[in-house]
């Protein structure tokens, strides 16, 4: 039995780092969120007189320290890898000599699918399956396809090529399927479903979604830390992106691959043995998770009742109220990588393979461009924009309201006409310049 209490000197250690560096990130976030408050005020007409003042002064704040908190993390992920990493993690405090004479523990590595392209889909969990056979340790680990398809030529169809994958890498009594009659709770009811039957096989469980890929050397060694941290109940990875074929897809690898490890570094610090659970590309102690991280419905009504959605955050919530710590861990030999799921095949696509065309909103590049505005009009990024239109209606309506009298109809027309055509005198430009 895993006893949590046995790490409390290396518990309290972390924690006293921890609550310092949380506290240099509240008074960074806190203290520029407040610079720019006492700036906003002193260019508003009023300086915080008004109620409308008031509110946009409110607003601001907590966007302002919303952005900050990103700006910071990623400033703490700079400084912590530009001196060569964390030393107060986890991995630090085991050498490479020390992780290898661990002897590893039986481990259950599950692929809980749902509708998914089979053959792509399999495909990956058939790479991560040669990948840890070539490591030498595949007597240490079991295979689980958990299957949640409804549609019987889709079940049928991963049945079919479960047997043909089984009988390929030699894994009968290995690579298991498993389809639930009834699909309760989506995918935290199908991973639940497989601990209340085969739970107790495994000491350890790596989780996977779909279009995850993980290479043997890392999960490996993922088990070989648990061994040596009993206080530890999830050890997270960090998944990049690969193989993105759209545009968009290309922007968000490119994106993730840029500055995805400051951010990821930067939390990691802050967080330490308090991180959060994403839910995949992790691995789980299994006894105290079937223990401790059972999830019930919510008794509220409409969309605040029923099953918890978003149950990866909860389950570590609930694993460290039992005792257990939570990592977020980023120096693995090789990085955790992550694949964007292809275009669906209902899409036609042209013969270079570039563009797909979606019935509702054009080619694919243009229903991506949509989505992405649409993103953008919800995001913070979006709110800063809005605040100085605001601001700057505000401003010329006090001025004009004072001198002139005219009503806000009026001045928000010529004002609005007036940057209409600004815009269109700048977009005529940009296109003579470009035929030019």
């Not at 000197?9 to 610079?35: C, D, E, I, S, Y």
């Not at 505000?394 to 001025?399: E, G, I, R």
Request: with cysteine; aromatic share 12%; proline share 4%.
């Amino acid at each position: 039995m895993d006893n949590a209490a046995t790490q409390s000197p290396v518990k309290h250690r972390w924690r006293m780092v921890a609550n310092l560096r949380r506290a240099v990130l509240m008074l960074l976030v806190f203290g520029q969120t407040a610079v720019a408050s006492y700036y906003l005020l002193w260019v508003l007409p009023y300086h915080g007189g008004t109620v409308l003042e008031i509110g946009m002064l409110v607003l601001f704040a907590i966007l302002y320290a919303w952005i900050a908190i990103g700006f910071w993390t990623a400033v703490f992920g700079f400084v912590i890898r530009l001196f060569g990493g964390d030393r107060h993690s986890i991995l630090k405090r085991h050498t490479d000599a020390e992780l290898l004479k661990t002897p590893l523990a039986k481990t259950a590595v599950l692929l809980p699918i749902y509708h998914e392209p089979v053959h792509w889909t399999l495909s990956g969990f058939k790479a991560v399956y040669r990948d840890i056979e070539r490591t030498g340790q595949i007597e240490h680990f079991e295979f689980y396809i958990l299957s949640d398809s409804r549609d019987p030529d889709v079940w049928l169809e991963e049945q079919v090529a479960w047997n043909k994958l089984a009988k390929e890498l030699g894994g009968e009594g290995r690579v298991f399927y498993r389809r639930r009659p009834v699909n309760l709770n989506y995918k935290s009811g199908n991973v639940a479903d497989f601990l209340r039957r085969w739970g107790k096989r495994c000491k350890y469980m790596v989780v996977l979604d779909a279009d995850s890929l993980m290479t043997g050397s890392t999960i490996v060694r993922m088990v070989r830390l648990m061994q040596r941290e009993p206080g530890v109940g999830i050890l997270q990875t960090n998944p990049n992106i690969i193989n993105g074929q759209s545009l968009f897809a290309r922007i968000q690898q490119f994106a993730n691959r840029f500055y995805s490890t400051l951010f990821a570094s930067g939390l990691a610090a802050i967080q330490m043995g308090d991180a959060a659970f994403w839910g995949h590309n992790a691995i789980l102690r299994i006894e105290p998770f079937m223990r401790h991280c059972g999830l019930r419905k919510l008794p509220g009504i409409g969309i605040f009742g029923g099953p918890i959605m978003s149950h990866d955050f909860v389950e570590a919530a609930f694993m460290g109220r039992a005792g257990y710590e939570v990592w977020l861990e980023l120096d693995w030999e090789v990085a955790t990588k992550n694949r964007p799921q292809p275009l669906p095949t209902n899409w036609p696509v042209t013969a270079a393979g570039r563009k797909a065309t979606c019935s509702t909103c054009g080619s694919c590049c243009v229903s991506q461009a949509c989505a992405s505005l649409t993103e953008w009009l919800f995001s913070t990024a979006s709110w800063p924009t809005l605040l100085a239109f605001v601001a700057r209606f505000s401003d010329s309506y006090h001025h004009c309201r004072s001198q002139y009298d005219l009503d806000a109809y009026r001045i928000l027309s010529r004002w609005a006409s007036r940057d209409v055509s600004t815009v269109a005198r700048m977009a005529a430009g940009m296109g003579s310049w470009a035929g030019s």
